[in-house]
């Protein structure tokens, strides 16, 4: 049975996200100051414009031409040239690591949840909270369920919550989502007093 997300909002990009781990791990990198669908729907914006989301191909382009290519509107990113960056970074350095192969993150060498929490943070434009975010997205919903991943993720992989992307099945679980993001940062805002 195919994987179904409902991650951008559109079938297309929910779709190459579903089939492609680099179109997946590019959502994740783009998912800061835009709305979340915005970000998963930017690696079908890149999928089209370069007839294919090759890892090699983007790492291998010229910098100025891959930003130009990011900027294209509608843009990538709301900071395509940031943001454009650090994509190309990651598929460098993806290249450099695991040979192109984006899923070998989390599957090179039996790791555990652990592991791949270790190798995600030492991804480029990806911290911490990124990091685990992604593990529980693919602890979740990709089925990629590795010993410790729950407790890698820390709050992120917890069964039921509505934290993150990696709790967005539907529209009603993206609402409830925000719902608790909105009242995440009223807190912050609230104790910085």
Known sequence: MALTLHLAGDADADALL?????ALLIGMLLDQQ???EVAFAGPR???QRLDGLDVHKIAEMDP???LALCATPPAVHRFPGSMGKRIQ???VYLVEHYDGRTEAIWTEGDPDGKEV??????LPGYGDQKARIFLALLGKQIGVELPGW????????DEGSRRSIADVVDDKTLTEVREF??????AAKAAKG
């Open 150 to 157: 729950r407790a890698a993720a820390g709050a992120y992989g």
């Open 64 to 66: 100025e031409k891959f």
């Open 45 to 47: 914006k890149l999928d």
């Open 89 to 91: 970074d990651l598929c």
């Open 18 to 22: 579903a089939a492609d781990p680099l």
């Open 34 to 36: 835009i709305p979340m």
């Open 181 to 186: 993001k909105k009242a995440a940062k009223a």
């Open 117 to 122: 929490l270790k190798r995600l943070k030492a």
